[in-house]
């Protein structure tokens, strides 16, 4: 059968395994074990500690921070089969991949497709190294869903262009080194009028200023352009095919978004495991809330049917090679499912679920309702869900295709 | 869709054209008008065994071609694209039955003739309206099997019944003590109450204490297979219908409003058909197949019943006449759902598999 899995793996795999166990036992600090946090790498401040700082090095000069990205550009060039057993090994090991962020996770593969020599040659060996982190200047005030109407104008200067404008929103803009940014470059065509440029963080004009959300939580922040000189080299693709390369980089950003198997790690214990602890059970250990233990239930069976479609779409990709539209259908469903999760988890734990701060909460009481605050942003950024639904029935579906 | 090899997709082809072919929703039109309580085609029935479809989970020593059960699944969901009436299903469930708990001999005697459609088996669990396999009164002494099971499915046609007693499965032929009152269901399929009063009965002996449990999660698979079929169906339809429909000057596809309820019934649809495919691979795998067919059967429930809700009300008018088709699948879509545990019974049980 097809679908079963190959029990006797080849040799080759074996020896890849060994090396792999053998560069952990070497590298990996024991004090570090089950520290990882796949948040920090995304939108946390810089500060690591030496420990840290050599785990990153040691994995960066490997290339297995971004196991299957060319080795010519600093990345692993492992096959997927290998980045499997590389994560399966350090999961053994309780080690944690600490080069992340959205260098790795959306740009990385959108300059891999559209970046010149030159520009991979300068971009990915640090996003491989982890040394340098990105953030993404897409949404403006003016332009969230509607992204296209973006205003951030870079007018040709000759040798560079010069930038003015505001973006919003963007994740971790206050840590960020460098900016990937949709600019408009000609302000007669909407769409053909976006291009795609590289502007650096600590270049004069550019200002960052952190936005409180609900959470308490300071991830994202305003970015003002003022007057700023990118030279032209930092232009990816053609003036003009910001949008296509701007809505390549976002189906990476959905497939991340929609969490499937590390989602589900974060996520930690399951919903019945929590209700046993928060709410009584009968003597056979069932809970005793029969309307409750029903509604665990159904969620359950739902999130245990959106992550088979995860690893069903993640199968069917590699068929059929790269990134496509399901990753709309994926973002939509996993954002709602998590927030359902959320939900259900304050209702289980009751008002001790809605600790805000101080005595009498645990650690993870606390962080559950930032989590789940924080939450509601998830159908929101990366596309909306509305907008999701928009680009299912659009090319998915085909339902404009008589207009 | 799962990844297939090259037997699976030739398989899957095949079913595709046979059933779009030979088999569209009209032939079932054509079983309904002629009134037979039996309720299918004894010709097309005979084309789709010679194609080896009764045979796909009985091993080739027996007479099948042992493909497994996603292979089954397949050929399934495709007949159910078309509303197939057929003993197919219940016929393969019979023969799970005695691959599971049967002897040598009775292998021998019974698995070769299911297999080659020259004789049909069913299930007969259930006694009442609901699903409870935890509640059978009928039962066996010396020999003869007694008790009333409700809404057999393909009661008419069958030559042997798996009957659920209260110490195990046995086989019972029809025959004497066997009698069937026909219960007209809403699909227009055959279900009859079947008395089995004295009647010749051979226990299954093998299997072990979970054969009855092994032998619905097979059923409940299967079937979510056939409502996949139905529920793709029914959206491929429905979409088709809001493409060419015209009100206000204006597609009805191009409205928002439609579009986000045809981009949700999307999801849905994609997490359901993850679902039954997690049961036929845990099927196929052996490993958690009690929990995999809990999800797959529940996910097939929860989705097809909203998209033969919403399939009809999208058609409008038009979709409440007997001359289209979206009803039919609105009224086979209940009578599965109700079939081998409603939703409520899967989430019990799903809580149950869990340890809440």
Same mark, same amino acid.
């Given at each position: 059968?097809?679908?079963?899995?190959?029990?006797?793996?080849?040799?080759?795999?074996?020896?890849?395994?060994?090396?792999?166990?053998?560069?952990?036992?070497?590298?990996?600090?024991?004090?570090?074990?089950?520290?990882?946090?796949?948040?920090?790498?995304?939108?946390?401040p810089t500060e690591e500690s030496e420990t840290q700082r050599k785990w990153r090095e040691a994995m960066g000069a490997r290339g297995w921070g971004t196991p299957t990205w060319p080795k010519e550009y600093g990345g692993?060039?492992?096959?997927?089969?290998?980045?499997?057993?590389?994560?399966?090994?350090?999961?053994?090991?309780?080690?944690?991949?600490?080069?992340?962020?959205?260098?790795?996770?959306?740009?990385?593969?959108?300059?891999?497709?559209?970046?010149?020599?030159?520009?991979?040659?300068?971009?990915?060996?640090?996003?491989?190294?982890?040394?340098?982190? !990105?953030?993404?200047?897409?949404?403006?005030?003016?332009?969230?869903?509607?992204?296209?109407?973006?205003?951030?104008?870079?007018?040709?200067?000759?040798?560079?262009?010069?930038?003015?404008?505001?973006?919003? !929103?963007?994740?971790?803009?206050? !840590?960020?080194?460098?900016?990937?940014?949709?600019?408009?470059?000609?302000?007669?065509?909407?769409?053909?009028?976006?291009?795609?440029?590289?502007?650096?963080?600590?270049?004069?004009?550019?200002?960052?200023?952190?936005?409180?959300?609900?959470?308490?939580?300071?991830?994202?922040?305003?970015?003002?352009?003022?007057?700023?000189?990118?030279?032209?080299?930092?232009?990816?693709?053609?003036?003009?095919?910001?949008?296509?390369?701007?809505? &390549?980089?976002?189906?990476?950003?959905?497939?991340?978004?929609?969490?499937?198997?590390?989602?589900?790690?974060?996520?930690?214990?399951?919903?019945?495991?929590?209700?046993?602890?928060?709410?009584?059970?009968?003597?056979?250990?069932?809970?005793?809330?029969?309307?409750?233990?029903?509604?665990?239930?159904?969620?359950?069976? &739902? !999130?245990?049917?959106?992550?088979?479609?995860?690893?069903?779409?993640?199968?069917?990709?590699?068929?059929?090679?790269?990134?496509?539209?399901?990753?709309?259908?994926?973002?939509?469903?996993?954002?709602?499912?998590?927030?359902?999760?959320?939900?259900?988890?304050?209702?289980?734990?009751?008002?001790?679920?809605?600790?805000?701060?101080?005595?009498?909460?645990?650690?993870?009481?606390?962080?559950?309702?930032?989590?789940?605050?924080?939450?509601?942003?998830?159908?929101?950024?990366?596309?909306?869900?509305?907008?999701?639904?928009?680009?299912?029935?659009?090319?998915?579906?085909?339902?404009?295709?008589?207009? | 869709?799962?990844?297939?090899?090259?037997?699976?997709?030739?398989?899957?082809?095949?079913?595709?054209?046979?059933?779009?072919?030979?088999?569209?929703?009209?032939?079932?039109?054509?079983?309904?008008?002629?009134?037979?309580?039996?309720?299918?085609?004894?010709?097309?029935?005979?084309?789709?065994?010679?194609?080896?479809?009764?045979? /796909?989970?009985?091993?080739?020593?027996?007479?099948?071609?042992?493909?497994?059960?996603?292979?089954?699944?397949?050929?399934?969901?495709?007949?159910?694209?078309?509303?197939?009436?057929?003993?197919?299903?219940?016929?393969?469930?019979?023969?799970?039955?005695?691959?599971?708990?049967?002897?040598?001999?009775?292998?021998?005697?019974?698995?070769?003739?299911?297999?080659?459609?020259?004789?049909?088996?069913?299930?007969? /669990?259930?006694?009442?309206?609901?699903?409870?396999?935890?509640?059978?009164?009928?039962?066996?002494?010396?020999?003869?099997?007694?008790?009333?099971?409700?809404?057999?499915?393909?009661?008419?046609?069958?030559?042997?019944?798996?009957?659920?007693?209260?110490?195990?499965?046995?086989?019972?032929?029809?025959?004497?003590?066997?009698?069937?009152?026909?219960?007209?269901?809403?699909?227009?399929?055959?279900?009859?109450?079947?008395?089995?009063?004295?009647?010749?009965?051979?226990?299954?002996?093998?299997?072990?204490?979970?054969?009855?449990?092994?032998?619905?999660?097979?059923?409940?698979?299967?079937?979510?297979?056939?409502?996949?079929?139905?529920?793709?169906?029914?959206?491929?339809?429905?979409?088709?219908?809001?493409?060419?429909?015209?009100?206000?000057?204006?597609?009805?596809?191009?409205?928002?409003?439609?579009?986000?309820?045809?981009?949700?019934?999307?999801?849905?649809?994609?997490?359901?058909?993850?679902?039954?495919?997690?049961?036929?691979?845990?099927?196929?795998?052996?490993?958690?197949?009690?929990?995999?067919?809990?999800?797959?059967?529940?996910?097939?429930?929860?989705?097809?019943?909203? /998209?033969?809700?919403?399939?009809?009300?999208?058609?409008?008018?038009?979709?409440?006449?007997?001359e289209y088709d979206i009803g039919f699948y609105l009224k086979r879509a209940r009578v599965l759902e109700a079939s081998w545990g409603g939703t409520s019974y899967l989430r019990d049980r799903f809580a149950r598999i869990?340890?809440?």
């Amino acid at each position: 059968m097809a679908t079963q899995p190959d029990l006797k793996a080849p040799s080759a795999d074996d020896a890849f395994r060994e090396e792999v166990r053998d560069f952990l036992a070497e590298n990996f600090p024991p004090e570090l074990k089950g520290k990882g946090s796949a948040l920090a790498g995304v939108d946390g401040p810089t500060e690591e500690s030496e420990t840290q700082r050599k785990w990153r090095e040691a994995m960066g000069a490997r290339g297995w921070g971004t196991p299957t990205w060319p080795k010519e550009y600093g990345g692993g060039g492992l096959s997927r089969r290998q980045a499997a057993i590389l994560n399966e090994e350090m999961a053994k090991a309780g080690a944690y991949n600490p080069i992340g962020g959205m260098g790795v996770m959306m740009f990385g593969p959108t300059l891999l497709e559209y970046g010149s020599e030159a520009q991979k040659s300068e971009h990915i060996p640090p996003i491989c190294r982890g040394e340098i982190r !990105w953030c993404q200047g897409y949404s403006e005030p003016n332009a969230g869903s509607d992204l296209a109407n973006l205003q951030t104008f870079a007018e040709d200067k000759g040798d560079h262009y010069l930038v003015n404008g505001q973006k919003t !929103w963007t994740s971790g803009g206050q !840590w960020a080194d460098k900016c990937f940014c949709l600019v408009r470059t000609d302000k007669s065509d909407k769409h053909k009028g976006i291009s795609f440029l590289l502007i650096d963080m600590d270049a004069p004009g550019v200002e960052v200023r952190p936005i409180q959300m609900i959470s308490g939580m300071s991830p994202f922040c305003e970015t003002f352009f003022t007057d700023v000189k990118v030279p032209k080299e930092n232009l990816v693709g053609e003036e003009g095919q910001g949008w296509t390369i701007g809505k &390549r980089l976002l189906q990476h950003e959905r497939t991340n978004l929609s969490g499937g198997g590390s989602l589900a790690r974060m996520m930690g214990a399951s919903l019945a495991d929590i209700a046993k602890k928060y709410v009584e059970t009968d003597e056979s250990g069932a809970i005793a809330d029969k309307v409750l233990r029903d509604r665990i239930a159904d969620f359950e069976i &739902r !999130w245990n049917a959106f992550l088979l479609t995860a690893r069903r779409a993640t199968e069917e990709s590699k068929a059929a090679g790269g990134v496509s539209e399901i990753s709309s259908v994926l973002k939509k469903l996993g954002t709602k499912l998590g927030q359902e999760r959320a939900e259900l988890t304050i209702e289980i734990m009751g008002l001790q679920g809605l600790g805000w701060e101080g005595e009498g909460f645990t650690d993870a009481e606390l962080s559950g309702v930032r989590a789940w605050l924080f939450g509601k942003a998830t159908t929101i950024y990366g596309g909306s869900t509305e907008i999701q639904n928009n680009i299912i029935a659009k090319r998915v579906l085909g339902m404009l295709d008589h207009q | 869709m799962a990844v297939l090899n090259e037997e699976q997709e030739m398989l899957r082809d095949m079913a595709r054209d046979w059933a779009t072919n030979e088999s569209p929703v009209a032939a079932f039109r054509k079983v309904r008008a002629s009134g037979a309580p039996e309720a299918f085609d004894r010709e097309a029935y005979t084309a789709m065994a010679q194609m080896g479809w009764a045979g /796909i989970v009985v091993p080739e020593a027996h007479g099948g071609s042992d493909f497994g059960w996603l292979s089954a699944g397949l050929v399934v969901e495709e007949l159910g694209k078309t509303l197939t009436a057929s003993p197919l299903v219940a016929t393969t469930l019979a023969a799970t039955a005695i691959v599971l708990g049967g002897s040598e001999e009775q292998k021998a005697k019974w698995l070769p003739r299911l297999a080659s459609g020259e004789a049909i088996g069913t299930l007969a /669990i259930d006694e009442g309206p609901h699903h409870n396999p935890a509640k059978i009164a009928a039962s066996v002494s010396g020999g003869k099997l007694s008790g009333t099971k409700a809404f057999v499915h393909e009661a008419h046609s069958a030559d042997l019944f798996v009957v659920a007693a209260a110490d195990g499965l046995y086989l019972v032929e029809k025959g004497d003590g066997v009698s069937l009152s026909t219960r007209k269901l809403t699909d227009q399929r055959s279900h009859a109450e079947v008395t089995f009063d004295g009647a010749a009965a051979d226990k299954l002996a093998g299997g072990g204490d979970s054969l009855l449990d092994d032998v619905l999660d097979r059923a409940r698979v299967l079937t979510a297979c056939e409502m996949l079929g139905m529920a793709q169906a029914v959206f491929d339809t429905t979409l088709d219908y809001l493409k060419q429909r015209v009100q206000f000057n204006q597609v009805l596809a191009t409205f928002q409003a439609l579009q986000h309820r045809m981009a949700d019934l999307f999801g849905d649809l994609a997490m359901m058909r993850s679902a039954v495919e997690g049961g036929l691979q845990a099927l196929d795998s052996g490993f958690g197949v009690a929990r995999a067919a809990t999800i797959a059967k529940a996910e097939a429930n929860r989705v097809l019943h909203t /998209i033969s809700r919403e399939g009809v009300q999208l058609h409008g008018g038009i979709g409440m006449t007997d001359e289209y088709d979206i009803g039919f699948y609105l009224k086979r879509a209940r009578v599965l759902e109700a079939s081998w545990g409603g939703t409520s019974y899967l989430r019990d049980r799903f809580a149950r598999i869990g340890g809440y």
